[in-house]
């Protein structure tokens, strides 16, 4: 079992649309998660941060961690074709600075 | 702003040849990265370093070496270049805390054949 499991999709959205992406994860140290977006042909940028349990709003981006069920969602409202991209979830521990990483889920935004 | 540069951006190796990934930041960080990332299969740590003269093994460090001589460079060393090889390679770096945020470079597209 992976320690980090993510659907790669792809997923097809029209414009406007929400995005639900997802992850599930075997490890109950971690409390750190991350939500990563790549651009094609580019490295990974952080775009959301959580520590621990609860939510977090960054415009129209919304984070979610539920460490009882171990699974992370990230939510994208009102989505653009800007949005775009591959997702990446991560995670690591208190103690650890490397981080596991998903498989990414590759999103497209149709005009 | 520079942040994590990485060079070459694309290589074409020959099975057996060997080559170095150059990896260099501004950001004096102490921690340093080397990713590589396969289609639908995320991102696997090669070799990450603590700090000048420190190195470790990650996840998936076979045919590979680095050094890390000074805090801004951690270049990674392919050996008798496969087939294997053939990925796209990320360097990273982060000041070092738990969960800290990791800046990527923008990649090395490696074709071996």
């Known amino acids: 079992q992976k320690e980090v499991e993510q659907d790669p999709g792809p997923l097809s959205v029209p414009e406007g649309a929400i995005v639900s992406l997802n992850c599930t994860y075997s490890?109950?140290?971690?409390?750190?998660f991350m939500w990563y977006r790549q651009y094609s042909r580019k490295g990974p940028e952080l775009l959301m941060y959580?520590?621990?349990?609860g939510n977090k709003e960054d415009g129209r981006f919304t984070a979610q961690v539920d460490k009882s069920s171990k699974y992370i969602s990230l939510f994208i409202r009102d989505s653009q074709p800007s949005d775009s991209a591959t997702y990446l979830c991560?995670?690591?521990?208190?103690?650890?600075?490397?981080?596991?990483f998903g498989a990414g889920t590759t999103v497209t935004v149709r005009a | 702003n520079a942040g994590v540069t990485q060079t070459p951006k694309f290589r074409i190796l020959k099975i057996g040849q060997s080559m170095t990934l150059q990896c260099t930041q501004d950001?004096?960080?102490?921690?340093m990265y080397w990713y590589r990332q396969d289609p639908g299969m995320g991102l696997k740590l090669i070799y990450y370093?603590?700090?000048?003269?420190?190195?470790d093994k990650g996840e998936v460090p076979n045919g590979y070496n680095v050094s890390r001589s000074t805090t801004e460079d951690f270049p990674l060393r392919l050996e008798l270049a496969a087939p294997s090889q053939t990925s796209v390679y990320f360097c990273?770096?982060?000041?070092?805390?738990?969960?800290?945020?990791?800046?990527f470079g923008e990649g090395s597209w490696l074709t071996v054949v």
């Open positions: 950001m004096n960080h102490n921690y």
């Open positions: 959580t520590y621990s349990s």
């Open positions: 370093s603590v700090g000048a003269g420190i190195t």
């Open positions: 991560a995670m690591t521990t208190v103690n650890d600075y490397k981080l596991s």
């Open positions: 490890n109950s140290a971690f409390q750190y």
């Open positions: 990273a770096s982060s000041v070092g805390t738990a969960g800290n945020t990791i800046y």
